[in-house]
Nanobody
Framework: QVQLVESGGGLVQAGGSVRLSCVAS????????MAWYRQAPGKQRELVAE???????KYGDSLKGRFTISRDNAKNTVYLQMNSLKPEDTAVYYC????????WGQGTQVTVSS
């Protein structure tokens, strides 16, 4: 069974850093394109970052170089390093495995205080 489990969320002050982790099971992780999305209250879910099996990365247009996605295939884990956090980064962050798995994690809350 496909399962994505996020961790690392919490409360952080503006300007701080957080690293989110997502451990995947039930998929061929090394072959999967993985992504992070986020959804703020009352807003649409948006792409934060994506990383292909070959390591090609993409970032959402709203980001300004503060976030970095990476993966460790030996650990079946994808990471999202978030630096210089702003209150507008407050959201639930979701791990995602792209097609054909189309799997989502349960989400982890990141709250950035002003």
């Amino acid at each position: 069974q496909v399962q994505l489990v996020e961790s690392g969320g919490g409360l952080v002050q503006a300007g701080g850093s957080v690293r989110l982790s997502c451990v995947a099971s039930g998929i061929m992780f090394s072959m999967a394109t993985m992504a992070w999305y986020r959804q703020a209250p009352g807003k649409q879910r948006e792409l934060v970052a994506e990383i292909s099996s070959s390591g090609i990365t993409k970032y959402g247009d709203s980001l300004k170089g503060r976030f970095t996605i990476s993966r460790d295939n030996a650990k079946n884990t994808v990471y999202l390093q978030m630096n210089s956090l702003k209150p507008e980064d407050t959201a639930v962050y979701y791990c995602n495995a792209k097609s054909p798995w189309r799997a989502w994690g349960q989400g982890t809350q990141v709250t950035v205080s002003s």
